[in-house]
């Protein structure tokens, strides 16, 4: 089977500098090795890898190489008597590269501090709470550092003990040694103690040695006036408790808002619709409206209101969410048509009716499109 070239195995460019060519390869050796790679073609890729490397980090072997090819990788080729035996530095590249995975050149594995997690509660309001804001008591269950231990997770009066097994750096290292690499270092979390550092000998009576308590706390929340379904309030160190010392997290109230008997949010603004009778569009009218404050708002309805006609109230929305001013309350006027006349009142309706003659609104109508299409006679 034909050899790729070896720029190609290493994914380099032909005018690479040496810099470069050794990036690449341990790049590609962290990813291909198989202490770390299990599958199948792992052990034939790093092999070929590690070839590559071979001959173009020493510059008389690349020389060759670039020369003649892959001919002068066969016995006598040109400039290649000492490959079998020319590792230069391979074994600190590899101890170099598994010491990153023991923790980053060198450095302990032992668990850092970690930031507890956030935390949603999800709260309903009326459409009045939401508009002028209110305060609603919370029942929050979270994990908060052990009162017992003080985080410790040992028994008072005892304390965590230094593990044996990795000496405290929370990690246990293995050294091999290969014909090949030369000595290569692998690291894994101590089973011991997880990671830590520490062995609890004696666990907290309460928090049996894990350091957090599920706690349910009691918090009360103001909810500012003109929040709306779906707004978010961040309750800053109200999530749970962190590990290790790390801080705690968020506490997200989340808020859904119940529908309204009458208005309808858009926005800061509220929208209403109104029924009036015939006679009051007809001859005008004043008329007291619902406002969402509680009281009542006088509206004048001026002669010929039709229906669909909107009536603009300042200032009787919504409080503006953290600003000033309010926004405003749209009224829609909806025309009744009356039901269950008494004989009377059909009477006079039938009249009134009679009344109209060809001024009746459906003539008038008809009569103002004729002459919009086709002028006048």
Avoid: W
């Amino acid at each position: 089977m034909s050899k790729r070239d070896y720029y190609e195995v290493l994914g380099v460019d032909r005018n690479a500098d040496a810099s470069t060519i050794k990036k690449a390869f341990r790049r590609l050796a962290q990813k291909y090795h198989p202490d770390v790679n299990s599958s199948p073609e792992a052990e034939e890729r790093f092999k070929e890898i590690n070839e590559a490397y071979q001959v173009l980090s020493d510059e008389q072997k690349r020389a060759a190489y670039d020369r003649f090819g892959h001919a002068a990788t066969g016995p006598g080729g040109a400039g290649f008597n000492d490959f079998a035996g020319g590792f230069g530095d391979l074994g600190s590249i590899f101890e170099e590269i598994f010491a990153g995975f023991a923790g980053g050149g060198g450095r302990s594995r032992r668990r850092a501090p970690r930031r507890g997690a956030d935390l949603r509660v999800d709260v309903q309001l009326t459409f009045e709470e939401a508009a002028f804001g209110t305060e609603k008591e919370l029942q929050v269950p979270r994990m908060e550092v052990c009162d017992r231990c003080q985080g410790s997770g040992a028994e008072p009066g005892t304390s965590p003990q230094r593990c044996a097994t990795c000496g405290g750096s929370g990690e246990v290292h293995r050294r091999q040694h290969s014909p090949l690499f030369g000595t290569v270092v692998t690291a894994t979390t101590c089973p011991n103690c997880g990671g830590s550092g520490e062995v609890i000998t004696t666990p907290c009576t309460k928090c049996r040695g894990r350091k957090r308590v599920r706690v349910t706390r009691k918090l009360n929340v103001n909810i500012p006036a003109g929040v709306d379904d779906g707004t978010r309030i961040r309750l800053a160190g109200e999530g749970e408790a962190g590990t290790l010392g790390g801080p705690p997290g968020n506490l997200y109230v989340v808020i859904s808002v119940e529908p309204h008997e009458i208005f309808q949010r858009d926005g800061f603004d509220i929208h209403m619709e109104l029924p009036i009778n015939f006679a009051q569009a007809a001859l005008g009218a004043t008329v007291k409206v619902p406002t969402l404050d509680g009281g009542q708002q006088e509206l004048e309805i001026p002669p010929g209101t039709q229906t669909g006609k909107t009536f603009r109230l300042r200032g009787l929305g919504i409080p503006r969410l953290q600003r000033s001013g309010r926004g405003d309350m749209l009224v829609t006027v909806r025309v009744l048509t009356p039901v269950n006349l008494t004989d009377e009142q059909r009477e006079l309706l039938r009249r009134l009716g009679e009344s109209f003659g060809d001024n009746n609104i459906g003539a008038n109508h008809k009569k103002g499109l004729f002459e919009r299409f086709f002028g006048h006679d």
